[in-house]
């Protein structure tokens, strides 16, 4: 009697017979982005993310949404639009009512409809008629913040226990109940679209009455076929087989009732796991066929025993054995969470659940979240040096600096060219990987910094962004001795017998370095030290360190580089430098002299293994001049 008391007044209240009527010009509209706002909810099926297992059944039919296929198939689901009317927010709905007539009995029926004042139905405020008196019209009702029972269902994020289950179940009774028990009579068109639920998680009835099932009728008309055939699933058997009346009939509601329990209980639509179209299914139904083609009961209600044989009394094939609302409604309150609630205690637990479920969706979001940021750090931190992408993090710019000593080291693959064009792009692509995993390994041990690969050419550099005194040379030293050991007994896995030639520049001098670009940002370094490196490189020989002068005389104060002097060689853009081969690092004891050899060495041909050649201080040969002109 009184559980209406939660509905606030409708404006339109105390206008008589024609209280139905609402003229478009008095709802006022958002704009448009804020129109279809789904209010609380927490993803935004409205905008076509439809999640959950509730999309399987569909989806497997056509690979479409559940909300799209109901909605004529159409890719996006379709969601009224939202406006205000006398102060209140309004769902507004354009539909079409196809040949129906609108009889004095509709307009009765709508002015009853009107004045229905139940906190299980939503408010109907009215029909806006199009302005010459045909084509399609509008119907205006209370918008409901948390969308209907189908977007609930949807939302993985939202988990439905069984105070939820209950809730929504008990809600949905006492609406029809209320239906049934007024001239109306029955609500004709019950499926989750049309239970709303309000910003308090009670769910209301919706798009019941003439005009809504007239919609209704016209929109599974002009469906597709699947979307026609699945929207079928909610209607009971016996109104399939013969010309269903409008407003169907109360044990054809239970029928819809028991469909819709199953949804909400087990979160997946009816026949998710069938393998037969909508059209097969409807018409096993319709056929009465043994077994009865009935959704799948079994684990999801191992916590609800009551409920399923209850929706299976509803599902019942004859419409007089299934039981009434009343019967319903006293099953209900006899099942556990029935006993324990009243209805303000029923939306303090509704509310209370629903946040414990925002904070484990909060915490496992962080989770989410935080492990996405460590992977974005990580990469950011293989393409930047750590000091500069942190700094980058932090909003600050990267401004260019200069350093006054830095040690560059550069190879390349001598031969690359023509091993590349005559192997496969991918044994190409394989080997270099390989060989760079190798190198990238092998360089972690060091104080150093990869630039960049291009190609077969590998950039490395010591001394900054870190500056570490005068370590960068024998860091860069070290690394390359390594380096080139470790090539010897690199194999092509494409190529097993050919031994990689890789030809190795160093040189020591100032570099400014700074990062440059916006959408791809790296770190550069710029300055002739690197076009000389470039060139120690490019000079060099097969299997060899070269290393130009500068170089060298920090090395040798180290005593323990065994340096042999290659000779003078003329170098584009910076005339003749003095130049040497770094063969290996002797152990303590042998150490070598300060200086660098004065004399030069022959050119390398056979190649020694570092730490196994024997010193020759005799002539360059006339091999090593022509390789350098
Ligand atoms: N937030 C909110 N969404 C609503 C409301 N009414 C309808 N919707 C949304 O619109 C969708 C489609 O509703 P309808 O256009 O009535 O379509 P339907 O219920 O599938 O089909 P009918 O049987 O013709 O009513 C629902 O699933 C909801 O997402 C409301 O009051 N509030
Ligand atoms: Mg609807």
Not at 291 to 304: A, H, Q
Request: hydrophobic share 35%; net charge neutral; proline share 5%.
């Amino acid at each position: 009697k009184n559980e209406g008391f939660l509905s606030s007044v409708s404006p339109r209240r105390n206008k008589g017979r024609n209280c139905w009527k609402v003229s478009l010009e008095d709802i006022k509209f958002a704009d448009r982005s804020r129109a279809v706002l789904p209010g609380l909810r927490f993803g935004s099926p409205a905008s076509g993310a439809v999640s959950g297992k509730h999309q399987s059944l569909l989806s497997s039919f056509t690979g479409a949404s559940h909300a799209s296929l109901l909605n004529l198939g159409t890719t996006r689901k379709f969601v009224p639009s939202v406006g205000t009317y006398s102060g209140r927010p309004v769902a507004v709905k354009k539909v079409s009512l196809g040949d129906f007539n609108i009889t004095s009995n509709v307009k009765r029926e709508l002015a009853q409809i009107c004045s229905f004042h139940h906190v299980n139905l939503n408010m109907l405020h009215g029909i806006c008629f199009p302005p010459h008196g045909s084509g399609d019209v509008t119907i205006i009702s209370d918008y409901c913040q948390r969308g209907s029972l189908e977007d609930i269902i949807e939302t993985e994020e939202i988990r439905l226990d069984n105070v939820f289950v209950w809730s929504f179940m008990n809600d949905l009774v006492k609406g029809m109940l209320y239906l049934h028990n007024s001239e109306v009579k029955s609500h004709g068109n019950l499926r989750p679209s049309n239970c709303v639920i309000d910003s308090r998680w009670v769910l209301k009835l919706t798009d019941f009455g003439s005009i809504s099932c007239a919609a209704s009728c016209e929109k599974t008309r002009q469906a597709e076929d699947v979307a026609r055939f699945t929207r079928m699933f909610w209607v009971a058997p016996e109104l399939l087989r013969r010309e269903c009346p409008l407003k169907g009939s109360q044990k054809g509601d239970v029928y819809s009732f028991a469909m819709v329990a199953y949804e909400v209980a087990t979160r997946s639509a009816p026949y998710t796991d069938s393998q037969l179209t909508p059209r097969e299914i409807v018409r096993k139904v319709i056929r009465r066929e043994d077994p009865l083609m009935r959704p799948e009961t079994g684990e999801d209600f191992s916590s609800m025993p009551g409920l399923e044989s209850l929706i299976k009394d509803c599902w019942t094939e004859l419409p007089e054995n299934r039981p009434d609302f009343t019967a319903i409604r006293k099953r209900l309150k006899g099942m556990e969470y029935g006993r324990t609630f009243n209805i303000v205690d029923n939306v303090i637990a509704k509310l209370e659940k629903y946040t414990k479920n925002l904070e484990s969706v909060v915490a496992e979001r962080t989770a989410q979240l935080e492990d996405e940021k460590r992977k974005t750090e990580l990469l950011l931190q293989r393409m930047l040096p750590n000091s500069v992408a942190d700094t980058l993090k932090q909003g600050n710019p990267v401004t260019a600096e200069h350093y006054d000593m830095a040690t560059i080291f550069f190879s390349d693959i001598v031969g690359f060219t023509e091993m590349a064009a005559d192997s496969s792009p991918m044994d190409v692509v394989t080997m270099l990987n390989d060989l760079y995993c190798c190198f990238d390994a092998i360089i972690d041990g060091f104080d150093v910094y990869k630039v960049e690969t291009i190609g077969d050419a590998y950039m490395v550099v010591s001394g900054l962004p870190e500056r570490n005194g005068d370590r960068h040379v024998t860091e860069i030293a070290d690394m390359a001795l390594t380096l080139l050991r470790d090539v010897h007994s690199f194999r092509i896995s494409h190529k097993a017998d050919q031994k990689l030639q890789l030809r190795i520049g160093i040189h020591t001098g100032p570099v400014v370095a700074g990062v440059v670009g916006l959408t791809m940002p790296r770190y550069c370094l710029f300055g002739d030290t690197v076009n000389t490196s470039s060139r120690m490189e490019s000079t060099g020989a097969p299997l060899r360190i070269h290393v130009s002068g500068t170089t060298a005389k920090m090395l040798a104060q180290h005593k323990v580089y065994d340096l042999v002097l290659r000779g003078e060689i003329q170098v584009k853009g910076k005339g003749k430098m003095t130049t040497y081969w770094l063969l290996d690092k002797v152990q303590k004891g042998q150490e070598e002299p300060e200086e660098p050899p004065t004399q030069p060495q022959p050119q390398p041909q056979p190649q020694p293994q570092p730490g196994q050649h024997k010193r020759q201080k005799t002539v360059m040969s006339t091999l090593g001049q022509k390789s350098l002109d």
